[in-house]
């Protein structure tokens, strides 16, 4: 599988909309690295993990085809992840979509009530067929690759969730948008054989338990998928998913994390899985 990362900040961007913190103001100036779009991901050119409100922005800047997304994948319903409103441009009228083309939305039940929302009409009018998932549950996204919903601990109003993708053995884990796993997803991750996986850093230097993870709690995780046997021999773990309250910039990041022989994630960053 090939990954883009395209987006690796949290809910407001970095630097964020209206902000003014140093961080914020750091970023703008040093640019490169430090600018941050919202979190998401194309594998493949065919699937895409979450669509947030920087999802065209994605398409001009790396060049990407929408028309030849086979499947949507998302996490949960936060804004910066679904922003539904977009998808109301596949319609005809806004689109010329491929006569046989469909795509899938794979999402929980929060997803499928904000797309009903704000697309007032049936999914067949987008050339959409909605996919409920349910945690555990094997997902077919064509090609041979597999997905699987794992549950993250993240917002208890709705089913969130992260995804395993497998395809010819090599296996790829989206960890974004989850605090510390409960126990029956470290049960689940401890039968794999993880090559890439990418955790939630929202948090930077400040660490929460709650709903996300900062620079500790990756380190924390990784040990954790080590101790259970989870990790591939040439495991990369690589953390993303970064808030500017968390203050560091990507060279800060990169500091801390290189004696871990962790990743710093940043919009554009490509790997083969
Ligand atoms: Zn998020
Ligand atoms: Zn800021
Ligand atoms: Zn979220």
Request: aromatic share 12%.
């Amino acid at each position: 599988m090939e990954l883009l990362i395209c987006g690796t900040a949290a809910a407001e961007g970095w630097p964020a909309l209206f902000c003014i913190c140093e961080a914020c103001e750091r970023a703008r100036e040093l640019g490169g690295k430090n600018i941050r779009t919202r979190a998401a991901y194309m594998i493949d050119d065919r699937l895409r993990v979450d669509f947030g409100p920087d999802s065209y922005m994605h398409q001009l800047k790396y060049g990407l085809r929408y028309d030849k997304l086979e499947h949507l994948i998302l996490t949960h319903a936060h804004s910066d992840h679904w922003y539904p409103t977009d998808v109301h441009y596949r319609r005809r009228g806004y689109s010329v979509v491929p006569p046989d083309s469909l795509m899938y939305i794979w999402g929980n039940e929060k997803v499928y009530q904000r797309f009903e929302q704000v697309n007032p009409d049936h999914w067949d009018s987008y050339k959409i067929v909605y996919k409920r998932i349910t945690p555990w549950r094997r997902m077919d996204l064509g090609n041979g690759v597999i997905g699987v919903p794992i549950a993250a601990a993240h917002d208890s109003s709705e089913e969130c969730v992260n995804y395993v993708l497998t395809e010819n053995g090599r296996t790829l884990l989206i960890g974004h948008d989850t605090g510390w796993y409960e126990e029956p997803t470290w049960m689940y991750l401890s039968g794999q054989s993880l090559n890439v996986v990418l955790f939630d850093c929202t948090y930077g230097p400040n660490d929460y338990p709650r709903g996300h993870l900062g620079c500790t709690g990756v380190v924390r995780a990784r040990d954790e998928l080590a101790k259970r046997g989870a990790l591939a021999s040439d495991a990369r773990v690589i953390a993303t998913h970064f808030s500017h309250n968390g203050g560091w910039l990507h060279e800060d990041l990169e500091k801390f994390f290189a004696p871990h022989g962790i990743e710093v994630a940043y919009d554009g960053m490509k790997l083969t899985v």
